[in-house]
């Protein structure tokens, strides 16, 4: 049996650089992403805390109004997902612990 990927559903911005995901297999997370925004797409919103305040959730990640994207699995697991959660694996991969040290 193929389990399917876990996704983010919702994302709601919290303090500073951090939000609040909620997951396709129903867990809810936080992440800090501050070190995730470098580079030239993600100054507007190191800048503006208002635009990153603008986060959505498309095709299973998060996006803002700039295009400015982050990939679900560093979101998630802080990499690739773990070997279970690949396509046609069997078992169900949990998500990283439900919040950040820093």
């Keep these: 049996m193929n389990t399917p990927l876990v996704r983010i559903r919702e994302?709601?911005?919290?303090?500073?650089?951090?939000?609040?995901?909620?997951?396709?297999?129903?867990s809810v997370i936080e992440r800090d992403v501050s070190h995730l925004l470098v580079g030239p797409?993600?100054?507007p919103l190191r800048k503006d805390?208002?635009?990153?305040?603008k986060?959505?959730?498309?095709?299973?990640?998060?996006?803002w109004p700039n295009g400015a994207d982050l990939c679900?699995?560093?979101?998630?697991?802080g990499g690739p997902p773990p070997a279970a959660e690949a396509p046609g694996a069997p078992?169900?991969?949990?998500?990283?612990s439900g919040t950040d040290s820093g």
């Design 49 to 53: 805390r208002d635009l990153f305040a």
């Design 91 to 96: 078992g169900k991969a949990r998500p990283a």
């Design 41 to 43: 797409i993600f100054e």
């Design 72 to 77: 679900p699995e560093v979101l998630i697991w």
């Design 11 to 26: 994302a709601v911005p919290l303090g500073g650089f951090r939000l609040r995901l909620s997951l396709s297999d129903g």
């Design 55 to 63: 986060v959505r959730v498309e095709a299973g990640t998060v996006v």
